[in-house]
């Protein structure tokens, strides 16, 4: 769509946005920031803002996007001054039954009222959320909710009283999801009070809240408790909030129990490392690990680092390891795979030995759990058991499981295994990798899986890094070398890949003398995919070769390939002997 100025501008915005297809008019309300440009702000107060109110019964997809752009609309009706004249449309979107629409129309309300002065927020933002509040359609009142915290700051103490008045009405509301959106909204409203407010007038809302008889609503208690806990005198904290938080650990309903267990490093840092200690630990914490239904103990096992550094090392031990252990038998794949992801993180709240001691057997069980999520989610964080379990352990106990996974039949978890091996042997050394470890390594190089071959050669590069390029000439170029004769086309490729993985590290004399002969030799491959590579990898190769090696053996190669029978081997050789002659002519400029 084209607009010329302020010509027009509004009748074009009319054809398209009245157009029976909904892609263009989808197109229209997108470019109505353009429309709103042109005309300037006074016409787009008074003649765009009316048009686009009459198109509010328009498609779901139409209202999101327009929803969207009234949020950057501001600056386009005039500033801070004019801001208010957005309300009207927003106020209408925030109320229709279609959810994304009305959570964007809140979201862009939030952007409008935080640039109005605060004279216009009391006079039409508030007029607007006592609109929302007493009509009789749902919708409106629970977009209500999620809008009190914005500007609230701005306002005179009266009308602060009357807003919070107005929130304690829809947090009693007759309907569960006003009551439920309520509840959201809560903690945030309640962070913009002080102290005696919040817990004078918030704290009665929130208790009645966290006894709703709908578990939508009582979903939303930790969180709010969480906030609460920032503004409440200790008292009432300890006396009013912890029960309440043992109490939805318990709850008859999973969901309500789940968002304990969803919380509970953010319950531990509110409570205190003394309440999380014993209080905490002991009503919920160890309950939800051994909660009924998967699903929450899922999500407390996955918790279970970020709770446990607020708990003292004697009851990791003597409570919170011997639950998780029984979580590592337990019948549900995902428990224990979530268990797996975290449980070597809580081994900095122990300390070496006492890690050793209680954590690495439930480690190296669930090393072997059937489960290849299982395994894999361990194999993630072998790295972190390294601060923690010295070479006497890795060699005794995790190396016999690695070699094991080395070859499971899940191509992941072999993936997985390779990514560790260079950290694995910085910490052995080179002469227990070269007894223990190298033929794995190179017996990767041939795995079925591409992506497994891949890594494989990745690896070799990070082994050469640790060890040294005289190390990788004397142990792993030999071992590649042997296979560019290999009657399987995709081993000699490989061969060829790690020779090109492997190059930048060398310096240019144990370049030549180890890794070109192979790439050389390989040019003559009746493979044409290999040619074609061997034409890539001469092309990486020629920046670390001396000019003689250029002239005499990477120039007549290459050369060759150029008359070779397959188009893309004639392609990437005459892009290597182009690319190879370009330093040559800029140097004779």
Not at 7 to 18: G, P, Q, T
Not at 97 to 107: F, G, L, W
Not at 452 to 469: K, P, S, Y
């Amino acid at each position: 769509m084209e607009v010329d100025g302020n010509i027009n501008a509004v009748s074009v915005l009319v054809d398209e946005l009245r157009h029976e297809d909904p892609k263009l008019r989808l197109q229209a309300i997108k470019k109505v920031q353009v429309i709103a440009s042109a005309l300037g702000p006074q016409r787009t107060r008074e003649e765009l803002l009316p048009f686009l109110n009459e198109t509010l019964d328009d498609d779901d997809e139409i209202l999101l996007a327009l929803a969207q752009e009234l949020g950057e609309f501001v600056e386009l009706v005039g500033g801070t001054l004019n801001a208010y004249h957005l309300l009207f449309l927003l106020e209408a979107l925030v109320a229709v039954d279609e959810a994304s629409v009305r959570d964007t129309a809140c979201k862009s309300m939030c952007k409008v009222v935080k640039q109005m002065s605060p004279e216009h927020i009391a006079e039409h933002f508030v007029a607007v959320l006592r609109r929302l509040v007493t009509r009789d359609w749902y919708t409106s009142r629970i977009a209500a909710c999620g809008l009190f915290q914005v500007g609230y700051d701005q306002l005179p103490a009266g009308i602060q009283a009357e807003m919070r008045a107005m929130f304690g009405q829809l947090c009693r509301d007759d309907l569960p999801l006003v009551r439920k959106a309520a509840a959201a909204a809560l903690g945030s409203f309640a962070s913009m009070m002080d102290s005696a407010t919040a817990n004078n007038e918030v704290m009665p809302l929130f208790l009645a809240l966290a006894q709703d008889r709908q578990d939508s609503v009582r979903c939303q208690t930790v969180e709010n408790a969480v906030a609460l806990s920032l503004l409440v005198p200790q008292d009432v904290k300890m006396n009013q909030l912890l029960p309440v938080i043992c109490a939805a650990a318990k709850d008859s309903a999973w969901r309500v129990r789940w968002s304990v267990g969803n919380k509970l490093p953010e319950i531990c840092a509110a409570m205190g490392p003394e309440i999380a200690s014993s209080t905490i630990c002991e009503m919920c914490f160890i309950p939800l690990l051994g909660d009924s239904e998967a699903e929450v103990k899922t999500v407390a096992a996955s918790r279970a680092h970020g709770a446990a550094q607020h708990i003292a090392p004697a009851q990791l031990i003597s409570k919170v390891i011997p639950a998780c252990s029984n979580l590592a038998r337990d019948g549900s794949e995902h428990v224990r795979a979530s268990l797996a992801s975290v449980v070597m993180k809580i081994s900095p709240y122990l300390g070496r030995d006492l890690a050793v001691q209680h954590l690495l057997p439930l480690f190296l069980q669930l090393l072997s759990d059937e489960s290849s999520e299982v395994r894999l989610n361990i194999i993630s964080n072998l790295e972190k058991v390294n601060d923690v379990v010295g070479i006497d352990q890795l060699s005794q106990s995790l190396l016999p499981a690695i070699v094991q996974l080395a070859e499971d039949r899940q191509w992941r978890v072999r993936l997985a295994i390779i990514e560790f091996i260079p950290t694995l042997a910085s910490q052995l050394g080179v002469q227990y990798f070269e007894e223990h470890l190298m033929e794995m390594c190179m017996g990767w190089l041939c795995d079925v899986v591409y992506s497994i071959r891949e890594a494989a050669t990745l690896n070799l590069q990070r082994l050469t890094q640790h060890f040294g390029v005289d190390w990788a000439c004397q142990h792993i170029v030999p071992r590649i070398a042997s296979m560019h004769t290999n009657a399987n086309y995709l081993y000699r490729m490989i061969s060829l890949h790690a020779a090109k993985v492997l190059a930048p590290l060398m310096v240019s004399d144990a370049l030549q003398a180890s890794v070109l002969p192979l790439v050389l030799e390989l040019a003559s491959d009746p493979v044409p995919n290999i040619r074609f590579n061997v034409a890539k990898t001469l092309e990486t190769l020629v920046l670390q070769l001396d000019d003689q090696a250029k002239a005499t053996l990477v120039t007549p190669c290459l050369q060759t390939l150029v008359a070779d029978s397959d188009g893309d081997v004639q392609y990437f050789a005459s892009r290597a002997l182009h690319r190879m002659q370009q330093p040559a002519v800029a140097s004779a400029h």
